[in-house]
């Protein structure tokens, strides 16, 4: 054998026993990357809703596709408490270089 054959299998074997995978092994079949909550597929387009009757004090938060394993599933729009001085930004998912990620509602002046 010559050497570099000796020092590929020697590498294999030493991954093997560490439990190192391949990249090919490494991925698992799925749209999305569960560490960074990236997704290749596009939301489906939002649904429309319509609130209830308006409630005083209260501001409506429209509903959104949230991502539950491989799946988009729709999480209904809510009533939430008014909080004088600010506005609801709602969720929504941003096309990045990676792919597709959630940016969460919050309040903002």
């Known amino acids: 054998m ?17 439990g190192l995978v391949s990249p090919a092994q490494a991925h698992d079949g799925h749209r999305y990357d ?3 909550g990236y997704r290749r ?15 005083r004090g209260q501001v409506w938060v429209p509903g959104y596709w949230r991502a539950a394993g491989p799946r988009y599933v729709w999480q209904p729009g809510h009533w939430e ?7 609801y930004v709602p969720e929504r998912w941003v096309r990045g270089p990676h792919g597709w990620v959630m940016r969460p509602g919050h309040w903002v002046r």
């Open 2 to 18: 010559t050497r570099p054959l000796i020092l590929a299998l020697a590498t294999l074997a030493a991954g093997s026993a560490f």
């Open 34 to 36: 569960r560490d960074h």
């Open 41 to 55: 597929d596009a939301p489906p387009p939002p649904r429309y809703e319509a609130p209830r009757a308006a409630r």
């Open 81 to 87: 408490r008014a909080r004088p001085g600010y506005r």
